[in-house]
């Protein structure tokens, strides 16, 4: 049954026993600290999810704002310097009439990444209040948010593409901005946030009727 629930409403954290994320091997962690397979450290929750999750992810939220009103690249060329942000790169693309690669921009590197920091806030919030609404529904959500974290560096190569397409003599040349260390700071944190949340938590609060829910 691994980490899952049994037939007649057991789980494997109620008679103390986990799955090794490494190996697979069932053991218990009030009795062996390591995996007897591979040495890996047993828990029935990962240490400190919540506390850890919200670190990245006000980490991720504070640099989110810089990410996309700092210039992500400079172009230097003998008529002068300018710099672009995402947001007047999606203007030029839009002007000059690329409508579908600006719409791309926007969800990738500005909708997307939001979206990401926003459910992964639902999830915690949920948890903290000890919420039992919809936990499969919650769970869903975030393995839709580990999928995107596997993609998110996509965002990255969007604003690469972006600088690719601007037209420049070939005198001139491109620089990184600062947003682009902090676009990609915002994807990483993002990504090891959603890593350190342990979605188990959602279903703890479900299982144990005595779990008085928080309301607002």
């Known amino acids: 049954m691994g980490g899952g629930k049994?037939?007649?409403?057991?789980?494997?954290?109620?008679?103390?026993?986990?799955?090794c994320p490494t190996c697979?091997?069932?053991?218990?962690?009030?009795?062996?600290?390591?995996?007897?397979?591979?040495?890996?450290?047993?828990?029935l929750r990962k240490p400190h999810s919540i506390q850890r999750a919200w670190a990245l992810l006000i980490a991720a939220y504070a640099l989110y704002l810089p990410a996309n009103l700092l210039p992500i690249m400079e172009t230097r060329s003998l008529f002068g310097v300018q710099q672009d942000t995402i947001m007047s790169g999606v203007v030029y693309l839009w002007s000059s009439g690329s409508w579908v690669l600006a719409v791309v921009v926007v969800i990738a590197s500005v909708a997307v990444p939001l979206v990401k920091l926003l459910s992964l806030t639902a999830l915690l919030v949920g948890v903290q209040r000890g919420s039992r609404r919809q936990p499969l529904h919650r769970t869903k959500l975030y393995r839709l948010l580990e999928l995107i974290g596997r993609w998110s560096m996509l965002d990255v190569y969007v604003v690469t593409i972006l600088a690719a397409l601007v037209q420049v003599e070939s005198l001139a040349s491109i620089l990184p901005g600062a947003g682009v260390a902090a676009f990609a700071a915002v994807v990483v944190l993002s990504m090891l946030a959603t890593m350190a949340f342990d979605p188990r938590l959602i279903w703890d609060a479900a299982d144990n009727p005595q779990t008085k829910e928080i309301t607002l």
């Open 24 to 43: 697979g091997l069932l053991g218990s962690p009030a009795t062996d600290r390591a995996c007897r397979r591979c040495g890996t450290p047993l828990h």
């Open 6 to 19: 049994a037939m007649n409403g057991t789980t494997a954290a109620s008679i103390g026993k986990t799955v």
